[in-house]
């Protein structure tokens, strides 16, 4: 599949046609192994195109317009927006003490923490810990993640972290909110956006590749990259 410009003329035509041959450099270099762009002006398209393949193993399909992509860490940008809309209604404040639905914070410096210091990576929650590996089930992750030591204390620094964001989606279960129904209901539909879904994805649809997963020892293909919202089943507030 080759890019096209439509009804752009002058210098934006130029700098959309100077997008199409980075984007297509990337592919060719094997910087990248696909790469797809559409530009929206007022509602109308006025550019789209792709290259390459969305899978190279163990067969080589190519990518079209039509590919679906992992949006993965993304994520947290949907959740924080649904969380937002939360705040909006009134049904959470951001600098509520959230230990009184975490019995297991009750006595540490976990009892600091509000949705403020999580939603900002500033409650001394850890990055990356590969809680999967020593969870079976979906509770086992959960609570592996809420008994997590602080690297941190509270507020004292930034260090981005997706166990704060599973901590969160827990805390919202437990007032028994639905993010995911704000999340479709009042950020995504009033921008009508419809092709976003959590995974894992229908068979039928054409989805890029992310990598070979040695956890999981195979190609993953229409269910979400990262290990931790695998082992919640497919989906998460941090990556699904």
């Not at 393949?53 to 949006?71: A, G, I």
């Not at 809420?146 to 204390?153: E, K, T």
Request: proline letters at 4%; a negative charge.
């Amino acid at each position: 599949m080759e890019g096209k410009v439509l009804q752009v003329s002058g210098s934006a035509g130029s700098k959309l046609n100077l997008l199409e041959a980075r984007l297509r450099d990337f592919v060719e270099a094997g910087q990248v192994p696909c790469a797809v762009y559409c530009v929206k002006k007022n509602g109308l398209t006025v550019a789209e195109g792709g290259w390459g393949y969305r899978q190279l193993v163990p067969e080589r399909h190519p990518v079209t317009l039509n590919t679906w992509f992992d949006l993965a860490s993304l994520t947290k940008v949907f959740f924080a927006s649904a969380v937002m809309k939360l705040v909006d209604a009134g049904e959470i404040s951001l600098s509520e003490p959230m230990y009184r639905l975490i019995p297991e914070w009750q006595d540490s410096a976990k009892r600091l923490i509000t949705p403020w210091h999580l939603l900002t990576h500033t409650s001394g929650y850890p990055g990356q810990v590969r809680l999967f590996e020593s969870s079976s089930t979906c509770e086992q992750l959960v609570q592996a993640a809420l008994n997590l030591p602080l690297r941190s204390q509270v507020g004292a620094c930034v260090e981005y972290s997706s166990q704060g964001f599973m901590v969160l989606e827990e805390w919202l279960q437990r007032k028994g909110l639905d993010w995911q129904r704000t999340l479709f209901e009042d950020v995504l539909a009033p921008l009508n956006i419809e092709e976003v879904q959590f995974g894992p994805l229908d068979r039928g649809l054409e989805v890029a590749a992310t990598e070979y997963c040695r956890w999981r020892e195979r190609v993953v293909v229409g269910e979400v990259h990262d290990e931790k919202a695998g082992g919640l089943g497919g989906r998460g507030a941090h990556a699904g």
